[in-house]
């Protein structure tokens, strides 16, 4: 059970939390394909296939560890990698990551999202944590948040008790007076808990829980995260 009179800051989890996360991933794959296609139809035709674009991602991440949590630069190397396999021009990595990105982040909230966002931020100081590269601003709710602190920026992700410290610092209260909300059961929920935070399972799904330690709270839904605070 929450205790809801200690709870003075909330951190939120992004993807498959605020956004199904795969369907913008594929939009992204799909103009990131065209776009090679027209610019350097050889690294298209390498990235086309999947083992290929997959070893190739492997190399990168085996290759350059300094990587490991910046998904946008492990994309761009990755890009730049299948261009100079493919004899093309390598500076065509930049631009043509910048067309993966835009895409990445034309998300497509969950229908309750933008009122739950509402409902907390005008209660709570908000801090967004994220393994991923997604960015506020650039998908338009920036402004519900205090704070927004990802992998790629901070140098560790979660479950690491690391950047749960820094999103409790971000919203200046100590980790025991903070909510975490996120839809992964080791990423957030585990990582949360082991920081001494209270935390809420987002599960969308009907997942099962497979873990001896519990969420202090489960929901299926964001506007159930809100009916658990009185109105």
Not at 86 to 91: F, H, K, T
Not at 161 to 182: D, K, M, N, T, Y
């Amino acid at each position: 059970m929450l205790d809801l009179t200690t709870i003075k800051a909330i951190t939120l989890d992004l993807d498959d939390t605020l956004w199904p996360i795969w369907p913008a991933i594929e939009r992204a794959e799909r103009a990131l394909e065209n776009w090679l296609s027209r610019h350097a139809p050889m690294a298209a035709a390498l990235f086309a296939n999947p083992a290929a674009r997959h070893e190739i991602r492997e190399h990168v991440v085996l290759t350059r560890p300094e990587l490991k949590y910046n998904l946008s630069a492990i994309r761009r190397e990755a890009i730049r990698l299948a261009l100079y396999r493919s004899q093309e021009d390598p500076l065509l990595a930049e631009p043509a990551f910048d067309v993966f990105f835009d895409e990445r982040n034309r998300v497509t909230l969950f229908e309750d999202a933008f009122l739950a966002l509402e409902f907390l931020s005008s209660r709570f100081p908000l801090v967004a944590v994220s393994n991923g590269n997604a960015d506020i601003h650039r998908i338009g709710i920036g402004r519900y948040f205090r704070a927004s602190i990802s992998a790629q920026q901070f140098g560790v992700g979660k479950p690491d008790p690391r950047i749960f410290h820094a999103a409790a610092g971000a919203a200046e209260v100590q980790p025991s007076q903070v909510l975490h909300v996120g839809d992964d059961a080791t990423l957030d929920v585990l990582g949360a808990l082991n920081c001494g935070m209270q935390t809420v399972w987002i599960n969308r799904s009907d997942h099962l829980w497979a873990h001896p330690a519990v969420p202090h709270e489960t929901v299926t839904t964001l506007t159930e995260l809100c009916d658990l605070f009185p109105r």
